[in-house]
């Protein structure tokens, strides 16, 4: 049996397949159609062609997707939803998206504070106003809103209240109504959990739409005995079902499949990964074969949240930035770039606009399109833009790093033809075979994860014990997720105390992956 991997990008669609011994057989790139689904049924067609594999052979499909990230940061597609928060009196001085732009704060046909919530310590704030709850219902179902956002204070702690309001909401507006339970999507902070729990809410019309979309591509191209999976942020894989109820989890996949496929090309656990797109370059961190997790707060379209993100960095370079000569003879390369009109634009190609491209031809880093048509470019000039490029990239592994030690670099993305061979702070520069398409490759590897966190107080439960709580709660999810039980292992755990809370009170985090069904 095959693995197929897809991920769309902005110019390309790559599609990978990958055999039971994780070995790639093939891999391709296609251009992203306006629709995506004619870019994926066109990936997917050209990767089984060239690799002459039946499609009935192929038992798991995985798609990373950008989709519901465009959607917020586009205003589009987004459903209107009502906002519960359950946290009067404590919480009433700042209202759901109170910092929101007025373009999305649209989304919402109603909001309300209700009564009740917890203290940090479990201990209820306040009794649940179930009677407001139910108005509230009401109200939403008389409007034909069919999503709702539900959010309570310090509900990571405790979400009792979350969950019998959710039962509420069923009864009120029927089963067919999509909820949103904040404890089960972001971390500690209520503004910022509610936030990420209203996006995910909004997003349930565009989760639809592309699982529904993927799922029958694949019987289109008669890919009918597969799995089907989407990825997500923290570079793990989650079923249809999970991404339809939590699609919010799929924004940032595509860096996180890059890491993942990096690592994997590599073997290895711990580097710097540098994936270079035609217009951007993302860095990201592999930490014990993952990406590294963001430990601040994550603005997406404007909207600050703190659910589960890598933590990236994205520059303005790429295989299609533009280089200009100034006035005083220095050299600039990017941010901006001709894009998916490399190969109409580029001087390689034919065009008339100088690229990061045309100056890794012109400095015989890389045989592509035709070097004659770049041999006018001063030694000079592609020397400077090469000092700039590779200035880019050294600053940005920099900020990357914890210490001043040299770390591994491994170059992925067909943009990385672009970058040079020597780049300060790495110890070693890697290039591995099939790095054009390791986004790809990461969702068709990937395995699924589950994350547990909460406050604990030590004083109340011996330390060990908790932990050992803790461990089974994320092994519970990974295997809600999608993971055979007995592949699952913790990969991530924090332990950190907090000070200003009485007691012995820490913050727990752990999390757990293993392999697909």
């Not at 580097?271 to 997406?300: C, W």
């Not at 519970?476 to 332990?495: H, Y």
Request: glycine residues 10%; proline residues 3%.
């Amino acid at each position: 049996m095959y693995k197929l991997g897809i991920d769309v990008g902005g110019t390309n669609t790559d599609a990978v397949l990958v055999d039971e011994t994780r070995a790639v057989v093939a891999d391709i790139k296609y251009p992203t159609s306006v629709d995506i689904y004619d870019g994926i049924l066109g990936a997917m067609r050209t990767v089984l062609e060239v690799s002459g594999v039946d499609p009935k052979q192929i038992g798991q499909a995985m798609l990373g997707t950008t989709q519901c990230t465009n959607a917020i940061v586009e205003r589009k597609n987004l459903a209107p939803i009502g906002i519960l928060r359950i946290g009067a009196p404590a919480t009433t001085g700042i209202r759901p998206m109170v910092d929101w732009a007025a373009d999305i704060q649209k989304v919402a046909v109603g909001s309300t504070i209700i009564g009740g919530g917890f203290e940090y310590d479990g201990r209820e704030l306040a009794p649940l106003d179930t009677a407001a709850a139910k108005a509230f219902f009401e109200e939403m179902k008389a409007k034909g809103v069919q999503s709702i956002a539900i959010s309570c204070v310090f509900s990571t702690v405790r979400n009792d209240h979350e969950l019998e309001a959710a039962k509420l909401c069923r009864a009120v507006m029927g089963e067919a109504v999509h909820i949103s339970i904040s404890s089960e999507i972001g971390s500690m902070g209520l503004i910022e959990r509610e936030n990420a729990t209203i996006l995910n809410a909004a997003l349930w019309k565009v989760a639809e739409r592309f699982t529904e979309g993927f799922a029958k591509s694949l019987r289109d191209e008669g890919i009918t005995n597969a799995d089907v999976y989407l990825s997500q942020n923290d570079g793990t894989l989650m079923t249809m079902e999970h991404a339809r109820r939590y699609p919010i989890l799929t924004v940032a996949c595509g860096p996180t499949n890059s890491i993942r496929g990096a690592s994997y090309l590599s073997s290895l656990k711990n580097a710097v990964v540098v994936d270079v797109g035609g217009t951007t370059t993302d860095l990201g961190v592999i930490q014990n074969g993952f990406p590294r997790e963001s430990s601040v707060a994550v603005t997406i379209g404007g909207v600050r949240t703190n659910f589960r993100m890598p933590d990236v960095i994205s520059i303005g370079l790429g295989g299609g930035s533009i280089v200009r000569v100034r006035d005083d003879g220095s050299v600039s390369v990017g941010p901006d770039s001709v894009g998916y009109e490399i190969t109409k634009k580029a001087l390689v190609f034919g065009g008339d606009v100088m690229t990061a491209t045309d100056i890794a031809v012109r400095l015989g880093m890389v045989e592509l399109g035709d070097k004659e048509k770049v041999a006018g470019i001063p030694q000079d000039v592609a020397e400077k833009a090469m000092d700039a490029i590779r200035a880019l990239v050294e600053d940005s592994v920099d900020a990357m790093k914890v210490s001043n030690t040299d770390v591994d670099l491994i170059l992925v993305g067909g943009g990385s033809i672009i970058l040079p061979e020597k780049i300060a702070g790495a110890a070693s520069v890697l290039k591995p075979e099939h790095f054009g398409c390791a986004n790809a490759i990461g969702s068709a590897i990937s395995k699924v994860s589950g994350t547990y966190e909460k406050l604990m107080n030590y004083d109340e439960l011996p330390r060990e014990q908790s932990l050992e709580n803790a461990r089974n709660e994320a092994i519970e999810l990974a295997v809600a997720a999608g993971a055979v039980r007995e592949t699952v292992e913790i990969i991530e755990m924090e332990d950190v105390p907090l000070a200003y809370y009485p007691g012995n009170t820490n913050r727990v985090k752990i999390k757990a992956a293993g392999d697909l069904r």
